[in-house]
T-cell receptor, first 116, second 113 residues
Framework: LAKTTQPISMDSYEGQEVNITCSHN???????ITWYQQFPSQGPRFIIQ???TKVTNEVASLFIPADRKSSTLSLPRVSLSDTAVYYC?????????????????FGTGTLLAVQP | NAGVMQNPRHLVRRRGQEARLRCSPM?????VYWYRQLPEEGLKFMVY????????ESGMPKERFSAEFPKEGPSILRIQQVVRGDSAAYFC???????????FGPGTRLTVT
């Protein structure tokens, strides 16, 4: 599994767009990039997953450049309730015959603090 | 569709006692994962189970810890003879198939006194 590097913390203000970048220089061909969000005293919550280019859902966008050595999670117009730890994870997607288990390998994440 | 349920939410045990943590996955989910989060640390994978089978227990301590996911009923994480270092939040996650999109429960916070 490729190791990831994220900023330890970021600060933002309500209404701003926040971009959190994750480095994964050793990403393998079959690896996908997944982001999770965790609020204090709660379990993590899946945000988004992608392989290349851009993925968008109702919560966030994920930008992945052509070399895939990094990715950027973009949160539009954050609010106070977006204050949380954001984790970037990289790993091979399920391969029924390859023995993959899709266990999540969490790093230390990025603590996003949104100020009023 | 109810989410992943874990109970108890808080558990206090004295050193040497046994702790039993329960996890009911989402309806239709047959894949269960257990993770542990020590204070001020990230989550660490412990074990992955499918119905009645342990698929990957590479993250489980070799002694005192065991997990099961019986045909009927919740998945159980069992810790025998607890020590202070076992104090942590234990999270269960489930998915309908092999997936990185896992649904987490609220966690059980174990305190060993």
């Amino acid at each position: 599994l490729a190791k990831t590097t994220q900023p330890i913390s970021m600060d933002s203000y309500e209404g701003q767009e926040v971009n959190i970048t994750c480095s994964h220089n050793n990403i393998a061909t079959n690896d996908y990039i997944t982001w999770y969000q965790q609020f204090p005293s709660q379990g993590p919550r899946f945000i988004i997953q992608g392989y290349k280019t851009k993925v968008t859902n109702e919560v966030a966008s994920l930008f992945i450049p052509a070399d895939r050595k990094s990715s950027t999670l973009s949160l539009p117009r954050v609010s106070l309730s977006d204050t949380a730890v954001y984790y970037c994870l990289v790993g091979e997607k399920n391969t029924p015959y390859g023995g993959a288990t899709n266990k999540l390998i969490f790093g230390t994440g990025t603590l996003l603090a949104v100020q009023p | 569709n109810a989410g992943v349920m874990q109970n108890p939410r808080h558990l206090v045990r004295r050193r040497g006692q046994e702790a039993r943590l329960r996890c009911s996955p989402m309806k239709g989910h047959s894949h269960v994962y257990w993770y542990r989060q020590l204070p001020e640390e990230g989550l660490k994978f412990m074990v992955y189970l499918q119905k009645e089978n342990i698929i990957d227990e590479s993250g489980m301590p070799k002694e005192r810890f065991s997990a099961e996911f019986p045909k009927e009923g919740p998945s159980i994480l069992r810790i025998q003879q607890v020590v202070r270092g076992d104090s942590a939040a234990y999270f269960c996650a489930s998915s309908p198939n092999l997936s990185y999109e896992q649904y987490f429960g609220p966690g059980t916070r174990l305190t060993v006194t």
